[in-house]
């Protein structure tokens, strides 16, 4: 019989052994890639270490926690919603 699982949560204190070997590791990655090449990179390593946390819970936290004190370029109004959108077309 398996332990009941305890919910896991983001753990932010600082666990890096060398955080500028890390952080230049990270920026030879990019190194010679133009913006949208660097994007990509970015979003599949996001996707291949989420995979690798594999907690939902956890990756909320990690969004909320990026996301906070970020202002988005600008709030979009109701009839921008894709919502409203595909109402719309449906409509018609």
Known sequence: MTAPRTPAHLLTEPRLADPDAFYEALIDMHR???AEASELVNAKLILLLANHIGDADV????FALARQDVEPAS???????PAVENK???ET
């Open 75 to 81: 709030a979009p109004s109701p009839q921008d919603s």
């Open 88 to 90: 719309t077309h449906q």
């Open 59 to 62: 990756l909320h936290e990690a």
């Open 32 to 34: 010679d890639l133009s």
